[in-house]
T-cell receptor, first 112, second 111 residues
């Protein structure tokens, strides 16, 4: 069945290292979202793309985060350099014209 | 600042009862509303979407929308312990494709 997939599922890294998270949206979905979830802040929108074009990245710390969609089947979120405060669960979601967003399983990031 | 507000709970209901979850939103331009269920350690799962005033039923779930009052609710009939989760309300934002999520209501169904 159609699902959003994310890799890796878990990532432990040291402060200062680069982290890359990947997302494969549901086939045919043209809108892709990146969220971050923490206990303190809840679910925060970092960035989103429509038809591979970035529409809004205002939720993302620009100095260290970058998001790209090199093709319709792959979205990436990169953190460089990573910091302990980046520890969170990062979700990717995709949507079609209906606007209903379907979430991937998430990447649990721990930065030590 | 556009917001979606939910009571954080926990809302505790006995098994078999009706659980009522509520949500208010600030953006009068919002047209689409969604309820997600999130189990601990899992990702949000879409359970209902509603676009028009009134009620929408799907199995044990009923979503209710009142745009005049800027209020959305989710009723869960015959609540089961497996319904224990955090329920997130989301509203689309006018002129964009993105949602604003509430912080969620934690529901506990007691066996």
């Amino acid at each position: 069945d159609a699902r959003v997939t994310q890799t890796p599922r878990h990532k432990v890294t040291e402060m200062g290292q680069e982290v890359t998270m990947r997302c494969q949206p549901i086939l045919g979905h043209n809108t892709v979202f990146w969220y971050r979830q923490t206990m303190m802040q809840g679910l925060e929108l970092l960035a989103y793309f429509r038809n591979r074009a970035p529409l809004d990245d205002s939720g993302m710390p620009k100095d260290r985060f970058s998001a790209e969609m090199p093709d319709a089947t792959l979205a990436t979120l990169k953190i460089q350099p990573s910091e302990p405060r980046d520890s969170a669960v990062y979700f990717c979601a995709s949507a079609s014209l209906s606007l209903e967003q379907y979430f991937g399983p998430g990447t649990r990031l721990t930065v030590t | 600042q556009k917001e979606v507000e939910q009571n954080s709970g926990p809302l505790s209901v006995p098994e078999g009862a009706i659980a009522s979850l509520n949500c208010t939103y600030s953006d009068r331009g919002s047209q689409s509303f969604f309820w997600y269920r999130q189990y601990s350690g899992k990702s949000p799962e879409l359970i209902m979407s509603i676009y028009s005033n009134g009620d929408k039923e799907d199995g044990r779930f009923t979503a209710q929308l009142n745009k005049a009052s800027q209020y959305v609710s989710l009723l869960i009939r015959d609540s089961q312990p497996s319904d224990s989760a955090t329920y997130l309300c989301a509203a689309s934002t006018s002129g964009t494709y993105k949602y604003i999520f509430g912080t969620g209501t934690r529901l506990k169904v007691l066996a």
